[in-house]
């Protein structure tokens, strides 16, 4: 199987419509900044009791991702890296994934919290977190344990659509 296909069933619509500037993850993003995930009308009727939880996992397509590469310069360091050591939007599958407050559902409009999507993402699923089963204690977190302390100072800076 070389080859997988998916069925786009809504669109992002997000204050943040070029990469340059978007929050590099919804961690760091600052203040109240909200999106709206729209979902086809076929698919509405999938988002029946969402609104017990208090925030989603979305998983999108990064459809301006353009620059792939197998070893990356990530956002915040200076040294490449495998790509799959990263959350690089540069990546062989450029499937997006972000967890996000989801602050009320209106029909087949879901409005989020602090977004770090692109306007007219395709979104491709979304699933409840649960802080149960998603919530792990780390004990490494390799390159990146130098360097998350830059994580709000840091945007796109476009560096993956060139």
């Known amino acids: 199987m070389n080859e997988i296909s998916y069925k786009v069933i809504g669109c992002v619509h997000s204050p943040y419509k070029n990469p340059e500037g978007t929050p590099i993850q919804p961690a760091a993003s600052t203040g109240d900044v909200f999106a709206t995930v729209e979902f086809f009308p076929e698919y509405a009727e999938g988002l029946k009791d969402l609104e017990g939880f208090s925030h989603i996992y979305v998983l999108f397509h990064l459809h301006c991702s353009t620059n792939k590469s197998l070893q990356v310069t990530p956002f915040l360091d200076n040294e490449p890296h495998g790509v799959f050591a990263t959350r690089s939007p540069g990546r062989p599958n450029p499937i997006g994934l972000s967890v996000v407050e989801l602050i009320k559902i209106e029909g087949n409009l879901l ?16 699933k409840p977190y649960v802080s149960k089963f998603d919530v792990f204690e780390t004990t490494k977190n390799g390159w990146l344990e130098k360097n998350l302390h830059k994580m709000i100072q840091v945007k796109d800076d476009g560096r993956f659509n060139k």
């Open 111 to 126: 409005t989020v919290k602090n977004p770090d999507m692109l306007d007219g993402s395709p979104v491709l699923d979304i």
